[in-house]
């Protein structure tokens, strides 16, 4: 790709003009990111910031004096159209059997009740089916991805019994004739239950990945350095996870030390905690989980500091992992909860869970390199020292890394988010 170069105006905006992709220099704290200036075809306006600004001078040239109501207009486009994909994007997971929330324990609680609980070594046994084990060298662990007969992967068997709950449900609350012949398959297989057990060793001998199917004698069997390659391939554009992570990091390995954090998942049983939690089953959120962060140690850092608290799931990534976003009880609103500029997320260029703000140029306050569909529970966390950057900001100027107070998330990720409200009434 060649910048600059011309891309598609954006939807809503006049005729007449042109939008212009280009690229931060090298030297740029934003280097390998992209930008889009506007410029008129008639040569009279160029690199125009944005539609804001496009649509004000539109207004002006053409005699328009309230500019105010047509980018009113331009907005309200952008926003149904994106509520439009957001409810054919929600559709299409749960065709796929992709719920959240009640609706997913209820569609588990199907399955079970018609096929029982599913096990791994079950699920190997499913007709075309093969398995992954990822060794992690920190945790000496070995997390397990399956992959079906349409190379789908699953990660978690309580997504496959979700699936299945909604495959069931949908028939009537009758088990599919298809899917009942692959779960009996799968019960029924022996070799692929004995070679289930072996998967686990065969990925730490080779301190890599070992994917192995009871349907093939072959067994493919990845070092370190070739899953990391894998994983890097896997991500069709590195940059496409723009909310989910910083993408310039100016932090090397030696910035960081050990940190006794723990992260653990609806451990905080705080009457703050059951407030937040209360807030948002009123305000229709689908999961009222919350991550806490706790370090004992977080005197002594003032990172560590600015990262302990309770978190919830602002949105999921692509491979269905969450995102959390640190949230408080409001100082100045009753019944209010405020969003906090910091951040658990996984990300995949790094391919390691996250902590710290989004911002891009924004070095990650802390770190894990264990591997898993969730943050909680894993170990090995690295913070920054507290001296680093000392010269441009200290641990106590958290702005300046992104762990201060800021307005809650936007309303385009309502369905996730924690907007600041005023507490539902008693009633």
């Known amino acids: ?37 506007y ?60 719920v959240e929330g009640e609706k997913r324990e209820e569609m588990i ?11 791994g070594q079950v699920a190997f046994g499913f007709p075309g089916w093969q398995c992954r084990w990822d060794f992690l060298p920190e945790s000496k662990q070995t997390p397990k ?53 072996t998967g686990s060793t065969k990925a730490r001998d080779c301190e890599g990945s070992v994917t192995l199917s009871a ?14 390659q894998r994983v890097q391939a896997s991500s069709k554009n590195p940059f496409k996870r723009k909310k989910l992570g910083p993408r310039v990091y100016f932090a090397k390995k030696d910035d960081y030390q050990s940190w006794d954090a723990k992260v653990t998942l609806n451990s905080e049983q705080s009457d703050e905690a059951a407030g937040m939690q209360k807030i948002l089953a009123a305000r229709g959120f689908k999961s009222q989980d919350l991550l806490h962060v ?5 005197a002594e850092n003032g990172y560590s500091e600015a990262l302990s608290g309770l978190y919830f799931v602002k949105c999921k990534d692509d491979s269905d992992r969450p995102c959390y976003q640190g949230i408080k009880m409001s100082t100045t609103k009753q019944g209010a909860i405020v969003g906090l500029e910091r951040y658990v997320y996984y990300n995949d260029r790094n391919a390691r ?5 989004m911002r891009p140029g924004k070095a990650a306050l802390a770190f894990s390199s264990e591997d898993g569909p969730q943050p909680s529970g894993l170990g090995s966390w690295k913070i920054l020292k507290a001296d680093f950057g000392k010269t441009e900001s200290t641990p106590a100027q958290a702005e300046a890394q992104g762990a201060t107070e800021k307005s809650a998330p936007s309303s385009s990720m309502k369905e996730q988010g924690a907007t600041e409200k005023a507490a539902p009434s008693s009633s």
């Not at 994106?82 to 929600?90: F, G, K, M, Q, T």
């Not at 190379?151 to 599919?176: Q, R, T, Y």
């Not at 349907?215 to 990391?228: G, H, L, N, P």
């Not at 869970?353 to 703000?357: A, H, L, N, P, T």
Request: proline share 4%; with cysteine; charged share 30%.
């Open 353 to 357: 869970w996250e902590m710290g703000s």
């Open 145 to 197: 991805t399956f992959t079906d007969a349409e190379g789908h992967e699953w990660k978690l068997l309580k997504d496959l019994e979700a699936k299945f709950g909604m495959m069931i449900s949908n028939n009537g609350d009758k088990v599919p004739k298809e899917l009942a012949e692959m779960v009996e398959a799968g019960k029924k297989n022996d070799h692929a239950h004995a070679l289930f057990h």
């Open 39 to 98: 410029h008129s075809v008639d040569g009279k306006h160029r690199q125009v910031m944005g539609p804001k600004q496009v649509i004000q001078l539109h207004c002006e040239e053409n005699g328009i004096e309230d500019w105010e109501s047509e980018y009113a207009k331009y907005q309200a486009g952008v926003k149904r159209k994106a509520d439009e994909r957001a409810a054919r994007a929600a559709a299409e997971r749960e065709a796929r059997g992709q």
């Open 215 to 228: 349907y093939s004698q072959d067994a493919k069997v990845e070092t370190r350095e070739e899953r990391a």
């Open 294 to 298: 706790a370090a004992s140690s977080a």
């Open 109 to 119: 609680a199907v399955s079970r009740k018609h096929l029982g609980e599913l096990t």
């Open 1 to 37: 790709i060649t910048y600059p170069r011309d891309v598609p105006l954006p939807e809503g905006l006049p005729a007449g003009w042109r939008a212009v992709e280009q690229a931060y220099g090298p030297n740029s704290k934003s280097a390998g990111n992209t930008y889009v200036r």
